[in-house]
């Protein structure tokens, strides 16, 4: 055997090998994540124990908070979290999508990159400096847009109740302004990779720019999705911001005017001065159900993204058979 031959035979074993260990490499890294995450909820579990035990299920569905008597409800802490995250992500969503839609297919070349820069600039704010903003500024705007309000609207239970200005709209509100720039950034880039055959074909056929721009979202309707499901979970975790502005009184109320508290929120304001075994496991089992509430909504989130993604790749499928076919 020459030796070209045997170093051209040696060549796809090398290849083979090096591979495998490239494989088996980046392999172990997504390994990692996937240990992480569970050795995190372990972790939870393991510490939140004393109080699964006696509380049980009536941890998640009682509202009494009561560290002196160690009554322990965290219904108070889910409603707040739910309920700020979901009337922040209704306020952020349509001017996300706007600043996207804007800045990807109406907006002059020369104001693109300013405004790119000042989106992502806002996505990068920490979040103490918007719960400063909001309690300074944001604030006194709410308390004189609830004291403005007819005395008719206020008999409707989602405007009852004081004008104190921290309470559940200025939580949303701040919410909505830190989703805004994450949700705007990732539906822009969505797009941006949207073929221009897509826009060139809807002008072909006679669309107006408005017809043109729908059928872009259309097209990239799974991404946007995904976008906004990234905005959820940015606005479920938030701590400090809110921890400043929504009034921090462990009660249910489906006022937007009422001061109400978050899971993230009694995490920070109580963690440090839990020195009872119990309330310390409470407030770690607040943790862990926050955790739970997080890995249900990304995974509500990849089905959703997964079943609009389905019908998509279902009809790239007939076209190619077919095409196929009448190649053969």
């Known amino acids: 055997m020459s030796p070209e031959k045997g170093a051209g035979s040696s060549g796809p074993s090398k290849r083979t090998r090096d591979d495998l260990g490239f494989r088996i490499g980046t ?12 050795a995190i909820g372990f972790e939870l579990a393991v510490r939140s124990m004393p109080s699964i035990r006696k509380f049980g299920l009536n941890f998640w569905r009682t509202s009494i908070w009561d560290p002196v008597s160690g009554e322990f409800g965290a219904a108070p802490f889910i409603w707040g979290t739910l309920f700020s995250s979901v009337v922040g992500l209704i306020i952020a969503t349509p001017v996300a999508l706007g600043i996207a839609v804007f800045i990807a297919e109406l907006c002059p070349a020369r104001l693109r990159q300013p405004l790119v ?17 909001g309690f300074f500024v944001l604030v006194p705007w709410v308390r004189a847009f609830e004291q403005s309000l007819p005395a008719w609207l206020k008999q409707v239970p989602l405007f009852s109740g004081p004008a104190y200005g921290v309470g559940m709209l200025a939580a949303a509100l701040i919410l909505a302004t830190m989703v805004v720039p994450f949700t705007a950034s990732v539906a822009r880039e969505v797009l941006k990779s949207v073929p221009g055959a897509q826009r060139e074909g809807a002008y072909a056929l006679g ?6 721009i729908r059928a872009a979202l259309y097209y990239a309707r799974t991404g946007i999705v995904g976008a906004i499901m990234l905005g959820f979970g940015r606005a ?25 508290y978050s899971m993230a929120a009694v995490l920070a304001n109580e963690f440090s001065e ?37 019908p998509a790749r279902a009809k790239a499928a007939e076209v190619v ?7 053969a």
């Not at 806002?122 to 903003?133: D, E, R």
């Not at 669309?207 to 043109?212: I, K, L, P, Q, S």
């Open 27 to 38: 392999g172990v890294f997504a390994l990692a994540l996937v240990v992480i995450v569970a």
């Open 117 to 133: 820069f000042l989106t992502e600039l806002l996505a990068a704010i920490p979040s103490i400096v918007y719960g400063v903003w």
């Open 207 to 212: 669309a107006t720019r408005f017809e043109a």
């Open 236 to 260: 479920l975790g938030e701590t400090m911001a809110v921890t400043m502005v929504i009034g921090n009184t462990p009660r249910i109320s489906l006022s937007l005017l009422a001061p109400q």
């Open 274 to 310: 839990a020195a009872d075994p119990l309330y310390l496991s409470a407030l770690i089992e607040i943790a862990l159900v926050l955790f739970i509430i997080t890995l249900i909504v990304n995974s509500l989130s990849r089905l959703l993204i997964w079943s609009m993604a389905r």
């Open 321 to 327: 058979v077919p095409a196929e076919a009448t190649a």
